[in-house]
């Protein structure tokens, strides 16, 4: 199948040649022909699979070239970076039609506010938004979506995730009742499937394979003892042949004294978090993008949205705690067919999540050696796929702090 057997307008078409989109994904193959032919969709794909050009590119196509700027679709999106990264994509795509969009987020001081409320009064097709700031728009009557055709909801599961189903309740029921609604999710959920009963009609159901990360990827675990991990980063960092590396930490706290320590050691490195100012972290973002910054450390809000093309080496500082987080971690490398490698750092208490994680992707991760002058690597019970538990009985002593080579004895 080729983008040809959708005859998309010709602006459309340019803009996808200007992209260099050369063959449908997966995902677009199966949802394309659908959402042309005006059926609601309910679609589970994970971010990495091209599905943001699923749904754009047909919305763009119905929309058609030279539109009235009447808002015609709405796209609701969990965060920021999400919202602006479907923008750009919105950008390019239809850059040689008269289609216009504007992104509406939270965050930023008033001055983004007022900016957001200005671009509303232009000519706009297109609406991009995280739920609460849409709502502060709708409710005080500066955004008008009484002509809406196409509501997209987009990683609808995360936005359930973070208590935004209220938000999305009252906002449908500023849109008229006769529309076209995309629900697009990487998880499938039951309170999904309710959402979709509540806001869908008659949907088409797309499913691509959930759970199995893109085939490109290289992943391999280390096993360790928690002070061996950044000594590990560190050697990774300066002796693999990565050029643009993202770490995730489960939570903010590690990700700062990661950071530290990885400062101390002259790797250029910038954590990425919610305590910082919005414009911050989208100069961190454009630096890393840019790849002016070789390496960035985030918790798994990172792991959602962020698309960064030739990201080589993603680093899992610790094993995620939902098993659909680490293939969302491990997503933001070997994008569109590339390849990539993702490491995962194990110790003791990681080694249930290990286990959630290889029973998700259906396969055993392959375990590297460590690198002899961290010291002694701990040593796993023999994985038994029928033992239940998997229990650490390993050598319990620290690693000599120093340089002793694997199996080699103190005395020595
Ligand atoms: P997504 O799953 O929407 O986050 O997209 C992942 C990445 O794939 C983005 O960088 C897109 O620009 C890119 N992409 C989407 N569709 C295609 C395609 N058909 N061919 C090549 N790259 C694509």
Known sequence: MTFNDFNFNEQL???????????PTVIQQMAIPVILEGKDIIACAQTGTGKTASYLLPVLNLIGPTPNHQISTLILAPT???AQQIDQQVEGLAYFTEISSVAIFGGGDGMAYENQKRGLQNKVDIVIATPGRLIAFLSSGALKLNQLKYLVLDEADRMLDMGFQE?????????????????FSATMPPKIRQLAKSILHDPEQVNIAISQPAEGINQQIYKVYDEQKTKLIV??????????TIIFASTKEKVKALYKELKSTQINAKAFHSDMKQNEREEILLEFKNKQLPVIIGTDALSRGIDVEGIDLVI???APPDPEDYIHRIGRTARAATTGTAITLINERDQRKLKNIEELID??????????????APVFKAHNPNDKKRRWTGNKKRPNKGSRPQGQSKAN
């Open 13 to 23: 078409s340019e803009g996808l040649d200007s992209m260099g989109y050369k063959n």
């Open 316 to 318: 899992n500082y610790d």
């Open 363 to 376: 396969k055993p991760i392959a375990e590297s050696v460590l690198p002899p002058e961290l010291g002694e």
């Open 235 to 244: 050697h990774l960092l300066k002796n693999g042949p990565y050029t643009s």
């Open 80 to 82: 920021r970076e999400l």
């Open 167 to 183: 938000d999305i309740m009252r906002i449908i029921s500023y849109l008229p009742a006769k529309r076209q609604t995309l629900l």
